[in-house]
């Protein structure tokens, strides 16, 4: 695995980032992997590529719903 040095980063955030991880149960080690693979996992290029794949699966599987109308009116005949 690498290892990444940030220097200078506000003393503010870093109590920030320490809290958040002690409310998580984490080292700040821990929290700091999480926060950056989260902000990768949502990032433009990769969020349009899902979506572009579950479009094209939904289009592959159509949902078929059933008549709402139908439903209703038969529950108000009970």
């Keep these: 695995m690498a290892t990444v040095l940030i220097r200078d980063i ?3 955030l870093v109590s920030r980032l320490k809290r958040i991880a002690k409310r998580n149960k984490r080292s700040l080690q ?3 992997r999480a926060a950056l693979e989260l902000r990768v996992s949502q990032s433009s290029p ?3 590529q899902k979506v572009k794949d579950l479009r094209a ?4 599987k159509p949902i078929r719903f059933s008549d ?3 439903i209703l009116r038969e529950d108000r005949r009970r």
């Design 10 to 12: 506000p003393e503010a």
């Design 46 to 48: 990769d969020l349009f």
């Design 68 to 70: 709402s109308a139908k």
């Design 57 to 60: 699966d939904l289009r592959r």
């Design 30 to 32: 821990q929290e700091l």
